[in-house]
């Protein structure tokens, strides 16, 4: 959420936000829902007059005096107050709401543009495997070599859900432990074990809801079945102050994502590459300000690096404008080559908020020990998408038999398997 300071003196940096973001968004109604706020406001003007005539009042009728004249003023004040803090009630019910739906302001250094066919290709990392025969989709090897399936999956849940077997469930299981290992290990990350089940409060901080409560799976309890680990990393230190010396606090927490997809129809629906349930890796930090830019810059190294000990060729995308969520500010996409697939596709997107979720959550910190409190800045990301990973090694590491070489990295992670053969029945 933005500061409301922000659309009371510089509404026109607001709606030239909105038209970088090429978002359909009535400002007008709420300005006038946020003039019209601050006047009903001075419904304490009001009241004061109407305790002052009530002091006169006493004091006439203490004195043997006709106070009726007076009796009529404070009837008439109390029906004006009464319907003042009505419309108040009613006007900050439709304000909030519309302040909870008003996008994040965007970095300054986010490239212009409508879609994603306008995202910017900042760098890429490694060399395309040459093959001399066709290179199959991960769907394919994966029901080829009896360790993915669908059919069984949907049969026990639904459609967009896998099954993994035998060497495809050590694989997954692999490569969370070698991310987990490498995070904390080497990146000095601190792991997280949080609950699957979060509440309103916790999704709302993150910007979920109300906007996007569709993608949410929801308990009849009024819980939320996690979309990642960005909901509770986040609300680790919901309505708390955090000291400023302590700053960056970083997390890292392994779970299982769900997601109804709603806002899918017509994407990649084949493969492990948009499902109702995913397992992933993700990366958060809590920041000082002036750290931000920095610290997304270590967060993506983290999560690159990932891909370079895999030996999987990828490219960092900037995503421009019109192609980020409604909650970051910035967005980068590392984005995996996929040779059976014959495209890039997003493995972990990773992108810094400002103190956008910090005041939906109510997190702040104090930059010296007595100083006031300030909004901190958060950012999170993915360290990486499992079974995006997992459909990249398929992808790249296949053989002209149909096997799958494991990466080097891996094989301390599977007990030194060298390469996955077809699963015996």
Request: hydrophobic share 35%.
């Amino acid at each position: 959420m933005i500061d409301r300071a922000l659309l009371r003196d510089n509404p026109d940096l607001i709606r030239e936000n909105l038209r970088k973001r090429h978002m359909d968004y009535d400002l007008d109604t709420l300005l006038a829902l946020e003039a019209r706020r601050r006047e009903l406001l001075q419904v304490e003007n009001l009241r004061a007059q109407r305790n002052d005539l009530s002091k006169q009042i006493g004091q006439i009728i203490r004195e043997g005096g006709n106070a009726e004249k007076l009796k009529t003023q404070v009837h008439a004040l109390a029906e004006e107050i009464a319907n003042q803090e009505q419309e108040l009630g009613e006007v900050e019910t439709r304000f909030e709401g519309m302040m909870a739906a008003l996008p994040n302001i965007l970095h300054p250094e986010v490239p212009e543009g409508e879609s994603e066919e306008q995202n910017v290709e900042l760098h890429r990392w490694g060399e395309s495997r040459s093959f001399e025969f066709e290179p199959k989709p991960h769907w394919e090897l994966g029901e080829a070599l009896g360790i993915l399936d669908w059919e069984r999956a949907a049969k026990m849940a639904s459609a967009r859900f896998v099954m993994d077997l035998g060497a495809g469930a050590a694989l997954e299981r692999a490569l969370i432990n070698l991310m987990l290992d490498t995070h904390t290990r080497k990146h000095g990350y601190t792991e997280v074990s949080p609950p699957l089940l979060n509440n309103e409060r916790s999704a709302f901080g993150i910007g979920v809801l109300p906007k996007f409560e569709e993608d949410l799976f929801k308990t009849r309890e009024g819980l939320y079945l996690v979309p990642t680990a960005e909901m509770p990393l986040t609300n680790i230190h919901q309505d708390e102050i955090l000291e400023g010396e302590k700053l960056p606090l970083c997390y890292t927490a392994y779970t299982p994502c769900f997601r109804s997809e709603a806002g899918a129809a017509g994407r990649e629906s084949r493969g492990l590459i948009r499902l109702h349930q995913f397992h992933k890796v993700e990366l958060m930090k809590y920041v000082r300000p002036e750290q931000a830019d920095a610290e997304l810059e270590k967060l993506l190294r983290n999560a690159e690096t990932i891909l370079e000990m895999l030996e999987i060729p990828y490219r960092r995308m900037a995503l421009c404008s019109g192609d980020m969520g409604f909650q970051p500010r910035q967005t980068f996409d590392l984005e995996a080559w996929m040779p059976g697939m014959g495209k890039y596709v997003e493995i972990s997107s990773c992108s810094q908020y400002g103190d956008f979720q910090a005041r939906r959550a109510g997190i702040r910190f104090r930059p010296e020990p007595e100083a006031k409190p300030e909004y901190v800045h958060t950012m999170n990301g993915s360290g990486l998408a499992c079974g995006r990973t997992v459909a990249a090694i398929l992808e790249n590491y296949q053989t002209e038999q149909g096997t799958v070489v494991v990466p080097e990295a891996l094989r301390p992670y599977m007990g030194g398997l060298p390469e996955i053969l077809p699963r015996l029945p």
